[in-house]
């Protein structure tokens, strides 16, 4: 009897669709037949939002909570679309799918894959994952302004960091630097976010006790940009807040190859809700409907995914073959829709 996994999917707006599809095209060539993955699509995102008016109803929460896991592309119009101002889709979808399914491990690997120009003159060995934080920080919507529009406006936005929250992922992040390298980089700005930063930094010292394996260094936010395109070996495992994981990623992306290559997993590490995996872009208007997007980060994406499904085997296989894939570019240009027929085509069991 094989195992059904029910799957989620949202391929949302923009290039999210187009990767979706080739992610998609990889998993069901991966798995074997002992897996069966069960698809429900969800029309989520900008495009829903102008056809209905609706983001993410309590009904649409609770039918993506009911899989197993969920695999989504991107979400979000064209920045500035005046028709989207009081949509707030990035919020009001992606950030609340992360919240109401507690997903505090905002999971996102970065690997200089063979054969891949690195933009860096040294880049050296590039492998390293950041461990951010996906529930707290300054994207909880703590916040709120007061004259809006006029000379006299003022705006906060604060940032909500728990001992509880706080803990939970650096005991995750010691617990993946204890299975790699054994190096764990704490990244905040402590000098002068004194209170989240005092508790990180207390956090980080504590748990370290735990695990006399793992060497923990620290680095201020704006040094640790540095040495991402200076030293980038020097890291292992990253640990750091919502909104500096956000940043620091993207920089990631663009250190080792490029957005189109890097993969996420925001990851609910208790298994009381599904876990979404998604690539680390977001749904690039300016290419979208083209066919030239790199669908690269979102088939890395179920690769996060067969992981978290307990299907190694699977996972190890496609980041494979995309990782033969990578090595094979000659600068040529492919489409979308060729470089997943193409990674995909890796995958197929050999003819007898
Ligand atoms: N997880 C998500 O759903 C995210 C959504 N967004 C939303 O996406 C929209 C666009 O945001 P941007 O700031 O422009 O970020 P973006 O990541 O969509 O695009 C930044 C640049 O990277 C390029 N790019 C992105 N993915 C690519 C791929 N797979 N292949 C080749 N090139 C790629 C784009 O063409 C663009 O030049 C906004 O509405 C934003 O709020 C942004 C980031 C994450
Ligand atoms: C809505 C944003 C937090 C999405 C994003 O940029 C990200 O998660 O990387
Ligand atoms: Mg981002």
């Known amino acids: 009897m094989p195992r059904t996994v029910r799957l989620a999917v949202i391929p949302g707006d923009g290039i999210g669709p187009e990767v979706v599809a ?44 009911s899989h197993d896991a969920i695999l989504l592309g991107a979400v979000g119009g064209v920045p500035g679309d005046p028709r989207l101002a009081n949509a707030n889709i990035e919020r009001g979808l992606l950030l609340k799918l992360r919240f109401s399914l507690d997903h505090y491990v905002n999971l996102r690997p970065t690997v200089l894959h063979p054969g891949v120009e690195s933009p860096l003159a040294a880049p050296g060995d590039v492998d390293f994952v950041v461990v951010r934080e996906g529930t707290e ?19 906060n936005e604060v940032s909500v960091n728990t001992a509880f929250g706080v803990e939970r992922v650096v005991r995750y992040a010691f617990a993946a630097a204890s299975g790699r ?17 005092g508790l990180w930094k207390r956090t980080v010292d504590a748990v370290a006790v735990e695990f006399p394996d793992v060497a923990v260094d620290y680095l201020h936010v704006d040094a640790a940009t540095i040495f991402l395109v200076t030293d980038p070996a020097r890291f292992d495992v990253i640990v750091t807040d919502n909104l500096f994981g956000d940043i620091l990623t993207d920089l990631a992306g663009a250190i080792s190859g490029g957005i189109g290559l890097a993969a996420s997993g925001n990851i609910n590490p208790d298994g009381r809700f599904p876990s979404m995996f998604e690539p680390v872009h977001g749904s690039a208007p300016d290419i979208a409907g083209k066919g030239i997007a790199d669908p690269t980060a979102a088939i890395l994406s179920v690769a996060l995914l067969l992981d978290h499904l307990g299907l190694a085997d699977d996972a190890e296989r496609v980041r494979g073959a995309a990782s033969d894939d990578i090595a094979g570019r000659d600068g040529s ?20």
Not at 137 to 155: K, L, Q
Not at 181 to 197: D, E, I, M, Q, S
Not at 333 to 352: F, H, K, M, Q
Request: glycine residues 12%; proline residues 4%; negative net charge.
């Open 22 to 65: 080739e992610a998609l095209k990889v998993l069901r060539a991966a798995v074997g037949d002992e897996t069966r993955f069960e698809e429900t699509h969800f029309s989520l995102g900008a495009g829903r939002f102008l056809e209905t008016g609706d983001v993410l109803t309590d009904d649409d929460l609770a039918a993506v909570a």
């Open 137 to 155: 920080g300054p994207y909880v919507g703590n916040g709120g302004a007061i004259r809006v529009g006029t000379p006299a406006e003022v705006a």
């Open 181 to 197: 390298r054994k190096k764990l980089t704490l990244v905040h700005k402590t000098n002068v976010l004194v209170f989240a930063g």
């Open 333 to 352: 240009t492919r489409s979308t829709s060729e470089i997943g027929d193409a990674i995909a085509a890796r995958l197929a069991p050999a003819a007898p």
